[in-house]
């Protein structure tokens, strides 16, 4: 890849958050008390808190690609999520027919906020902005807030740590073992699916 970005730009902080990651992920009550299992919120991914990921993060200054791992105090899952460098912003592809539009917006140098373009129809039935900011070297902290029918339900907070600069290959914690692709198929919801495709 030679092409070069500006500091703050999306595609540098992209740049700076590839490789694999170790997040240690919590969930919180609005107020910030603990939140045990989001299953009843309406997560996207329910289960019980604190857990772990493992996170594989690949931009090639163009296409992105991202995979969260459960590897501990959830069961074993997989999910892909990728998208495209367009015109400075990452445009993910479609989570599910009728999904809102996702993107990726700059907040200045080592710091990305994922969310919806637009309050649409799709953004009222689910959404979950996250924002992203590398903290220091090797290490970044990603929280979001769920938002299922309009409300707020519950926050969450992921402390990471990256392991590795590259994510070529399945790291040895992978729950899923070491051979095979790292990414799996891009993950499609059906929630949305009552809008339409999107």
């Not at 991914?45 to 959830?74: C, K, M, Q, W």
């Not at 140098?109 to 969310?115: K, M």
């Amino acid at each position: 890849m030679d092409r070069e970005f500006a500091i703050g730009s999306v595609a540098h902080t992209l740049l700076q958050l590839r490789g694999t990651w170790h997040d240690s992920v919590e969930l919180f009550e609005l107020d910030g008390s603990p939140l045990n299992d989001d299953t009843a919120a309406g997560s996207g991914t329910p289960g019980l808190s604190p857990f772990d990921n493992l996170v594989y993060i690949d931009f090639d200054g163009e296409h992105f690609a991202i995979t969260n791992v459960h590897f501990r105090g959830r069961p074993m899952a997989a999910k892909t999520f990728t998208g495209k460098l367009i015109n400075g912003i990452l445009v993910f592809d479609p989570m599910g027919p009728g999904s809102y539009k996702n993107i990726g917006m700059s907040g200045g140098p080592g710091v990305l906020t994922f969310s919806s373009e637009s309050l649409d129809q799709a953004a009222g039935v689910y959404m979950e902005p996250d924002f992203i900011m590398i903290t220091a070297p090797g290490q970044r902290t990603r929280h979001t807030v769920l938002y299922r029918n309009g409300q707020a339900k519950r926050t969450l907070t992921a402390k990471g740590v990256r392991l590795s600069p590259s994510c070529d290959t399945r790291h040895p914690l992978d729950p899923r073992g070491l051979e095979g692709p790292v990414h799996e198929e891009r993950f499609q919801a059906k929630i949305w699916e009552h809008l339409g495709e999107g």
